[in-house]
Nanobody, 122 residues
């Protein structure tokens, strides 16, 4: 079993920055694709950004140019640097990972974290 634990969420003013971290532990041989999803109140969970093991990245249009996803394979960790935050970025952010899929785009990976709250005030 794989456990994903997110950290780094909080309250920030519009225009500010936050850096989310996700650390994987447990029965890890190696993780392939990793990603960040978010879910705002009364909205569906949506893909924010994903990254392959080799570093290929994919972003939602709403965050392009503001968010950067990165990973450290030696630590089985993934990060999300969020700049120029907007109130509409307010959501619970979830770490997601898969041990087989090379990339996460249309289908989430098998493993989920419990989420971290990001609140952006106007």
């Amino acid at each position: 079993q794989v456990q994903l634990v997110e950290s780094g969420g909080g309250l920030v003013q519009a225009g500010g920055s936050l850096r989310l971290s996700c650390a994987a532990s447990g029965s890890i041989f190696r993780l392939n694709a990793m990603a960040w999803y978010r879910q705002a109140p009364e909205k569906q969970r949506e893909l924010v950004a994903s990254i392959s093991r080799s570093g290929y990245t994919n972003y939602a249009d709403s965050v392009k140019g503001r968010f950067t996803i990165s990973r450290d394979n030696t630590k089985n960790a993934v990060y999300l640097q969020m700049n120029n935050l907007k109130p509409e970025d307010t959501a619970v952010y979830y770490c997601n990972a898969d041990s087989l899929a090379p990339m996460i785009i249309a289908t989430p990976g098998d493993y989920w974290g419990r989420g971290t709250q990001v609140t952006v005030s106007s």
